[in-house]
């Protein structure tokens, strides 16, 4: 009796708290709409991101006098965003920044609001591709905030000439000579880096129509031949795969004298190269014989709005000032992050900065990431195999169709 | 066994004929308790108990009219109701329509349903109560007051006092749980069926079939299969090397030859009280591909002669300690010794001061050696005390997340093509697989049929164990 | 090695055993050496070549302990976890406490069913139902608080009874029944007699309860996912640190955390290693 009643009331008070939640939820949305309320909002951010965060919303709050905001800043790192938002979109921040390869997820869970505030100025303001890339069938969803999430070259000047760094089978073989490497990442994540040698020699994996499962090219000759030439830059020797943050830390030894990353590696990079700090785009590399240019994803940093926000129409408003011209001036200064904004882009500071440079060069080359969530562990084990020089000698074109089997897999 | 199940299904007969006993022989009151509950408190004059079940019915109906009812309504589709939201300008902000959560459903579903199973056992337990009161009125007995409720609280129904808050935490925060994803795997929740934007619903056993399936595109059986393997051999290797290894270290430290007893003891119990996580993650770059041990072992001439032999690919320069599946493996094992050893150091230090020593001193007379008495007196009287420990390390370490998530997340990547193509790696155990389908991809329905295969296997070795293995151990077994 | 087991042997000593064990303690202590290291080089990044740091200074803890920033709270999460560990231990040693007595000194109805419920739950993996428990704590309103985080490590500590209940059974049946006799409650038996015992038991229980929230990263990542720094456990705060972005910025200071974090535990554990071993042989232990 005494048990039973007792477990009833902790389960009275649990379920009275129950119906309290259910309660508010309704009538909370029509609640906050009243005028000169404070407008609470809770923005995600890189952790190196929240200084200048924090000026920026100072000033959205200057450009707002007659509202009283009460703005929080949290952190979630850019490239991992997706995961937590996505584990409880109701639990997620107002405003959210992340990479633009997980909008679709984004979007397809509807965990992402349509930016309807200054669309249209969003659209004019910033370039092209970074538009597009906050674009899913037509509609904009986030706003951009910065183009410099795409990778390129790093390389130390004093080891390799421009000449050099033309040809990726060029730099191999000569940093195999010298005992050195040229870094790029493979195996782990690596799918994103992989990508660049089978779209340089033209054959595509992208998203279907569906927004969820992949359709992809590279189980052909031409993706037979792409293999190849990935073994044969691994057995010069001076090709060398791990992740960046390795290579980084191999770098500063100095036993790798290039390698492929972004700018959010720029500052130690710098470190390690010291005056011999140089960036360019991606080389070619050798396929049956022809030169083929590496192509890659282009990277977009954008700031995305909760729908399930109680104050969507400001959270909207805070993020389209968060990606406004100074706002993006200002991360560069801050962070170094190459402004979408296509003014501040322009300006002679940003376009004087290596790192942006090379990487507006490699844009031409770059596509945006479009790709189903099947893509990656297939690609990674596809990378990981190619980069030991394929031991088990698989023919390579059961290589190639089972990881195109999985990349393609439908989503169950 | 069966002896034990007939008596369980007796004692359920005997509760229900009981209650039959009670609304057939009992009087008004009794049975107008049937639908006011504490009317027969109430006649019998005691009042607080009559009121407070009173309020507890009210209180079920008003829940049972605006929680219960609605969500166990929804329960048979998990809801039909899509969301839907409009930004609307002069609220400036989105308003949503009345839509229906699918997890939400479920688990409200689950605790109505507990709801509903308390309050019946409270129902029949007050309407046996005041069955009981009136046969005391009717032979003239006293009825007990509070103050002998309170006593008997404190004495013979002492266990209901303890476990009730106890178990009513169990309740709320593992069992209901527990069912809520369990029900999943029959579900389809996963990325494409997610709340609050999307709805999922009952899919039957097809989770369980794609876990037995392989197709090139869908490889759940192989990967099943193979992760299975491995986590058995995992559960075992890890628990046994740990074990003897703690023995032996303990057998070590304590023997009267050695000084310094515990100065060594301390050495070991200060490597376990750094945080698990912190150790990990710092000697999976000790070992990392150019990490320092690397870096040694080239220096020193080992990664060559390794490669001599055959232990390490020719075309790596460098010895993949946690990027090749078979060094991964073993080094996983060999570092979980490490993390596990100081534990069973502290455990058989205790047991062996234990041992009385008079066995030992018999066997020296005897002419035994050491490793005579080791094996004739340690070992037995080891067994003997941790048999069901054993046992209990075994499901530990098929549950053993950390050490194989810290070592490898992020580092290890598989190249099998077929894993892979379900994002599982050789080195995973069923729960770091299930973590990584959850955590990564958001395939509930797929983790909740592992998380059920998990319990099949715990549940297969335990039962084995404790009917052939130790059946003198009884005790902490399972009692059916 | 010939044995004997004469006490005046005690006298020599045996070279080729203390070199095994100085050999092992080594190698045991190795991680716990280059954690020491790390934390206090001047180098922020992760030195994967290096043994030996080349300058040895404090700033990793100045800058961890002064300098708190967005991402590094670590005095809050100090005062956090112990907030958490303090109120978890209270709970769930009197919640394992409870449940061990009535299972080992009482005999009533329910209680082999209880038992045989309790193993069973213990053989699902706990991770599974980790997102349900998230949407029960949601329900109450109690994520990204402390007070969820001390619900969601003690409520269920009742299951964790079995070493308790092997103690208790070791403590003769005839003290309880002497106490009845002379005309104790059940309550204060409890209170009176076998807790005063149970030194070892409740030391062991209360160590164990008190580490968990230290070390777990995973409930708390899922229950404090607001991003707010300021919430964290130590836990949860280190285990960021060394995320994929950070790890080249804060390694040192993930070190010097992992050594602070360590010393209190460590002195727990040495200090209070004899009632430790006690209990938890004597739990497991059913001679």
Redesign the interface.
């Known amino acids: ?8 009331v ?3 008070i ?2 009275t ?3 309290a ?2 309660g508010k939820e ?1 009538p909370a ?2 609640a ?2 009243a005028p000169k309320e404070t407008i609470k909002l ?1 923005v ?1 951010v ?3 991101y ?2 200048v965060t924090e000026k920026i919303i100072e000033k959205f709050k200057a450009a707002y006098p007659d509202e009283t905001f009460e703005i ?9 965003c997706k ?2 938002v ?8 107002d405003v959210y920044t992340f990479a633009d390869d997980q909008l679709l ?1 984004l979007v ?4 992402i ?2 930016a ?1 505030v200054d669309a249209d100025k969003v659209k004019t303001e910033n370039g092209e591709g970074a538009v597009n890339a906050a674009i899913v069938d037509g509609q904009l969803y986030a706003y951009p905030m910065s183009a410099s999430n795409g990778y390129f070259m790093y390389y130390d000047k004093s080891f390799f000439t421009e000449d050099d760094v033309k040809s990726l089978n060029t730099m191999a073989v000569k940093a195999a000579k010298a005992g050195k490497k040229v870094g790029m990442q493979f ?4 799918g994103w880096y992989l990508y660049s040698f089978f779209k340089g020699a033209g054959l595509d994996m992208k998203i279907n129509d569906d927004g ?1 499962t992949n359709s992809c090219e590279w189980a052909s000759k031409g993706g037979e031949a792409v293999a190849k030439g990935i073994l044969d830059l ?1 057995a010069t020797g001076g090709f060398y795969a ?2 960046t ?2 290579l ?3 770098a ?2 100095g036993t790798v004298v290039a390698l492929v990353d972004g700018t ?2 720029a500052n ?1 990079i710098m470190e390690a190269y010291k005056d011999n700090y140089a960036c360019c785009k991606l080389p070619t590399f050798s396929v049956s014989g022809k030169d083929v240019q590496m192509a890659s994803f282009a990277g977009y940093k954008l700031i995305g709005v909760n ?8 959270a909207m408003r805070f993020a389209s000032f968060m990606t406004s011209e100074e706002s993006q001036v200002a991360r560069f200064e801050s962070n170094g992050d190459g402004p979408a904004n296509i003014k501040a882009a322009a300006s002679a500071s940003v376009a004087s900065n290596p790192a942006i440079a090379a990487l507006a060069t490699q844009s031409q080359f770059a596509t945006v990431q479009r790709v189903g ?1 099947n893509y990656w ?2 690609a ?6 190619l980069s ?2 394929n ?2 000698k698989t023919a390579l074109s059961d ?1 190639l169709s ?2 195109v ?2 990349i ?5 | 066994m069966k002896g034990k199940f007939k008596q369980f299904l007796g004692s359920i007969g005997h509760y229900f004929s009981d209650f039959g006993a009670a609304v057939v022989h009992g009087d008004w009151s009794v049975k107008l308790s049937l639908v006011f509950m504490g009317a027969g408190y109430i006649r019998r004059r005691k009042y607080l108990y009559g009121v407070f079940l009173l309020a507890i019915e009210v209180f079920f109906i008003l829940l049972a009219a605006t929680f219960i009812a609605p969500n166990l309504a929804k329960f048979g589709t998990l809801g039909t109701v899509k969301a839907e939201m409009h930004f609307d300008d002069v609220l400036f902000t989105n308003v949503w329509n009345d839509f229906d959560n699918s997890f939400k459903i479920l688990l409200y579903s689950i605790i109505s349903l507990v709801a509903i199973l308390i309050f019946a056992l409270i129902w029949i337990s007050s309407i046996k109560g005041a069955y009981s009161l009136q046969k005391m009125d009717e032979q003239g007995e006293k009825p007990p007051t509070i103050r002998d409720d309170i006593s008997s609280a404190m004495n013979e129904k002492y266990y209901k006092t303890l476990l009730a808050v106890p178990v009513g935490g169990i309740v709320l925060f593992t069992i209901i749980p527990l069912i809520v994803m369990i029900c999943i795997a029959f579900t389809s929740y996963d990325e494409q069926h997610m709340p609050p934007a999307a709805l999922f619903t009952w899919v039957g056993w097809a989770n369980f079939k794609q876990l037995f399936t392989t197709s090139l595109t869908s490889t759940f059986g192989y990967s099943f299969g193979k992760i299975l393997r491995w986590t058995l051999v995992w559960a075992v290797l890890a628990t046994f090397t740990n074990y003897f290894g703690g023995i032996m270290l303990a057998m070590l430290i304590n023997n009267k030859r050695t000084r310094w007893k515990k100065m060594w003891r301390t050495c070991f119990i200060i490597a376990m009280a750094v945080p698990q996580f912190v150790t990990l993650l710092l000697v999976r770059n000790f070992f990392a591909d150019q990490g320092i041990v690397n870096t040694i072992c080239s220096n020193i001439g080992l990664t060559s002669l390794l490669k001599k032999i055959g232990l390490v690919p020719a075309y790596l320069n460098y010895i993949p300690f946690l990027t090749n599946p078979n060094w991964a493996k073993f080094m996983i094992i060999m570092i979980n010794i490490w993390v596990g050893v100081p534990y069973l150091l502290l455990i058989a230090t205790g047991i062996l001061m234990n041992i009385p020593q008079d066995l030992y001193e018999a066997a020296t007379i005897d002419g035994a050696n050491s490793f005579q008495q080791f094996r004739k007196i340690t070992m037995p009287y080891m067994l003997f005390v941790t048999g069901p420990y054993l046992i209990n390390s075994v499901v530990q370490n098929i549950n053993n997340f950390n050490v194989i998530y810290l070592l490898t997340n992020n580092v290890f990547e598989t190249s099998d093509q077929l894993l892979a193509n379900s994002h599982a790696r050789e080195t995973d155990l069923l729960v770091t697989w299930l973590f990584r389908l959850t955590n990564e991809y958001y395939n509930y329905k797929m983790a909740s049929v592992i998380g059920i295969m998990v319990f099949v296997v715990c549940t297969v070795i335990t039962l084995v164990a404790f009917n052939f293995v130790i059946r003198g151990n009884k005790e902490e077994g399972m009692q059916l | 090695m010939k044995n004997s087991n004469q006490p005046m042997m005690k006298e020599r000593f045996y070279p080729v055993r203390h070199i095994v064990l100085l050999a092992l303690a080594i190698f045991w202590l190795i991680p716990i050496v280059w954690l020491l290291l790390c934390s206090f080089s001047t180098s922020n990044s992760m030195s994967i070549s290096h043994f030996f740091p080349e300058k040895l200074s404090l700033i990793q803890y100045k800058n961890l302990l002064f300098k708190t920033d967005a991402a590094n709270q670590f005095p809050r999460w100090m005062l956090n976890t112990f907030l958490i560990a303090a109120f978890n231990c209270l709970i769930s040693t009197f919640f394992v406490l409870q449940v061990a007595y009535a299972m080992s000194k009482m005999r009533f109805r329910a209680r082999k069913g209880l038992m045989n419920i309790g193993m069973i739950l213990g053989l699902f993996p706990g991770f599974l139902s980790m997102i349900a428990v998230y949407f029960i704590m949601k329900t109450f309103n109690l994520t990204n608080s402390h007070i969820g985080m001390i619900i969601v490590y003690s409520a269920s500590s009742g299951m964790g009874y079995l070493i308790a209940k092997g103690f208790f059974d070791t403590i003769p049946n005839s003290m309880c029944e002497a106490a009845k006799i002379d005309g104790a409650s059940q309550n204060s038996i409890f209170f009176r007699i076998i807790i005063p015992m149970s030194k070892p038991i409740i030391v062991y229980t209360s160590i164990s309860a008190f580490l968990a929230p230290w070390v777990d990263f995973i409930f708390a990542k899922i229950m404090l996912n607001s991003g707010i720094a300021k919430d964290w456990t130590v836990a949860l705060g280190l285990y960021g640190m060394l995320d994929r972005s950070r790890k080249n910025l804060y390694f040192g200071q993930f070190c010097a955390g992992g050594v602070l974090v360590s010393i209190p535990i460590s002195i727990l554990f040495v200090v209070m290693q004899k009632f430790y071993v006690e209990g938890i042989t004597s739990g497991s232990a059913k001679g």
């Open positions: 009796m005494k048990k039973i009643s007792a477990i009833l902790v389960l009275c649990a379920l708290c129950a119906f939640q259910g309704a949305a029509a906050t709409a809770t995600w890189g952790d190196l929240t200084e929080t800043v949290g952190i979630e790192s850019e490239s991992t995961d937590t996505l584990t409880d979109p109701e639990a997620a921040a997820a397809n869970a509807a965990a609001q349509p309807t195996g782990a994540d690596g969820m691994v791990d992740s943050s390795n980084v830390s191999a500063k030894d959010w590696d130690p729908p399930f926000s109680k104050n969507v129409g400001w969530g562990t297939p990674a084990t596809l990378g990981t195999i030991q020089g031991p088990e290589l089972t990881a089997a999985g393609t897999a439908p989503v169950v």
